[in-house]
């Protein structure tokens, strides 16, 4: 056998599923890897699932090792110790919240995975908020948890912050006592069309009760979390209101914050495979390895739309934690770490920017930091270089430290960041801070976006200046060599056509307010003093209505543009 023509996925059982825990190349070191697992008491099951490719390209599996146990149960139901939480809950609304919830998935897994309840069917259906009220210390357990988190800065007593979320669950449970289930309104898969029933009189925040109670009555029947997920997504395809669609994507979200996402991704053979899947997801990009097809292609299919905000959010954390997760990107092989990590900062970096931003920045650099040979603070300063050098270009390199410039670890290494965006300096050309292999447009935005984010960012002032300015000499220089606007403005074209192209570009945004847009600006006015402007730009629109309208048009952008005719 020869690894080029066969690999050796290296399994491990939880519960009813089998998870890759890595994949090899030879088959002694997987049946070695196989029994190494399998010689720890509390693992359910080891087997190695053997692939190839036929001459034809049909790829085949088959099992040539597998060893079971039945595991004695544990039925005692913990709760999940994060290490950390969002900002604090103060109202009701707040406890009942998209980062309420996320963290109460993350804390009560367990619970929830025990008895297929999303937070939302819990917070929203008496029945259930009982049960976990009294389930054995698991919610105080919890409220202790989030109480300390949220006090260790010192700026309030672990002991009154316990009392206001207690009061908050009381009140919780108050408000969804007082829902009489007969009342509740038939949804029949249309949630927006139930909700205009209520009426106008009805207040907001009574409305969403109302509408998220029934949703959890629904909900509460399908017991699967892909069943859960299915009824949801054909909801949200067909839904019109908008406030309907939110209350759905936050269930959607729920939902995506449980186990069901291995589903969805399928089996994948490394944390990093699993990272680049989930930005992918979060994009709407069908996962190749997908083990529920068609409730997979109808979320993304929402989430390419952009129709799911919170759950398009909630897939972008689960994957900023699994880059902060200490775990190794491609298991039993240290010396891939790097190249793994380039690849998923090849992936989250686009012509436009990062993936999520200051969060995604922060994810990088703190996996970069392990990587280090130094630990903390010269490690993390460090990594920060490392990223910025990793990506593509300078121009991305700028919208990394913006955006890492943002994130918490700017407090300690601000300073660091600065030095880093230094480099970009170096730049003498344009091909030197942008990569080439984009179409000129984006190549534009994307030195824009730069632009943009350095001017926002908290640098310095003196560092803000020099950067954006040096981007703006660099983009006068590009549009110069590139001849853009003689290729706007081409003499042997109609006068009218001419102007639009050049007054359409200077309101692209695709120039930040500097020297080359002052050049296309420059080009506009310099047509607008030709002899007989308007009547040779309406020449050929016979109606006079339509010449009018087009010259309004005209001079209405031209105003937007900040310039006068």
Not at 156 to 168: C, L, P, T, V
Not at 249 to 264: F, K, R, W
Not at 377 to 406: K, Q, T
């Amino acid at each position: 056998m020869t690894a080029s023509r066969y690999s050796f996925d290296v399994e491990t059982r939880h519960g009813s599923r089998w998870v890759i825990d890595c994949v090899e190349t030879q088959e002694h070191v997987a049946r070695t890897r196989a029994a190494a697992l399998f010689a720890d008491p509390k693992c359910a099951g080891a087997r190695i699932i053997r692939s190839w490719k036929r001459p034809d390209g049909v790829e085949v599996d088959s099992e040539i090792f597998a060893q079971t146990r039945e595991l004695q149960a544990d039925t005692t139901l913990r709760i999940t110790r994060v290490e950390s939480v969002a900002g604090i809950c103060r109202t009701v609304e707040d406890f009942s919240g998209y980062e309420s919830r996320q963290a109460m998935s993350r804390i009560f897994r367990e619970y929830l995975e025990k008895t297929c309840l999303t937070p939302t069917e819990i917070l929203y259906d008496i029945r259930h908020l009982k049960r976990l009220v009294e389930k054995d210390g698991l919610l105080r357990e919890a409220v202790e948890l989030v109480a300390a988190l949220q006090t260790q800065a010192g700026d309030q007593d672990a002991k009154s912050r316990r009392a206001e979320i207690f009061d908050a669950i009381d009140a919780m449970m108050e408000r969804v006592r007082a829902i009489d289930p007969a009342t509740l309104p038939k949804l029949d898969g249309a949630l927006g069309a139930a909700m205009s029933g209520l009426g106008p009189a009805t207040l907001a925040a009574q409305r969403r009760t109302t509408m998220l109670a029934a949703l959890s009555r629904d909900l509460a029947k399908l017991p699967s979390w892909i069943g859960k997920l299915e009824m949801l997504c054909a909801m949200a395809e067909a839904e019109t209101d908008a406030e309907a669609l939110d209350l759905l994507d936050g269930v959607i979200a729920d939902v995506l914050a449980t186990d069901v996402i291995e589903d969805i991704l399928g089996l994948q053979p490394s944390l990093g495979t699993t990272i680049r899947a989930l930005f992918d997801l979060a994009d709407g990009i069908m996962p190749s390895r997908t083990g529920a097809g068609e409730v997979t292609a109808k979320l993304c299919g929402l989430l390419a739309a952009g129709r799911l905000k919170s759950s398009r959010r909630c897939v972008s954390d689960r994957a900023h934690r699994a880059l902060r997760n200490p775990r190794p990107l491609k298991p039993n092989d240290p010396e891939q770490e790097p190249a793994e990590l380039r690849k998923i900062i090849a992936r989250v970096v686009s012509s436009s920017g990062q993936h999520c931003g200051a969060e995604t920045a922060q994810a990088l650099t703190l996996r970069a930091a392990r990587m280090m040979e130094h630990g903390g603070r010269p490690g993390r300063r460090a990594a920060i270089r490392a990223v910025f050098m990793a990506m593509p270009d300078r121009a991305s390199g700028v919208l990394y430290l913006a955006d890492a410039a943002r994130c918490d670890l700017a407090g300690e290494h601000l300073a660091d960041m600065e030095e880093v965006a230094a480099l970009v300096l170096n730049a003498t050309g344009f091909d030197a801070f942008c990569r080439r292999n984009l179409e000129p447009k984006q190549r534009m935005a994307c030195a824009t976006a730069a632009y943009h984010a350095m001017a926002a960012s908290p640098f310095s002032p003196g560092m803000k200046g020099a950067i954006t300015e040096h981007i703006d000499s660099l983009l006068e220089q590009f549009v110069i060599g590139e001849r853009i606007i003689e290729k706007l403005d081409q003499p042997d074209s109609h006068l009218r056509d001419r102007a639009w192209r050049l007054l359409r570009f200077c309101d692209s945004g695709l120039l930040p307010d500097g020297k080359a847009l002052t050049m296309a600006r420059a080009r506009v006015l310099a047509l607008l003093k030709q002899p007989d402007f308007l009547s040779r730009f309406v020449a050929g629109i016979n109606d006079p209505a339509t010449a009018q309208s087009a010259l309004r048009d005209f001079f209405g952008l031209l105003k937007r543009c900040g310039l006068q005719g």
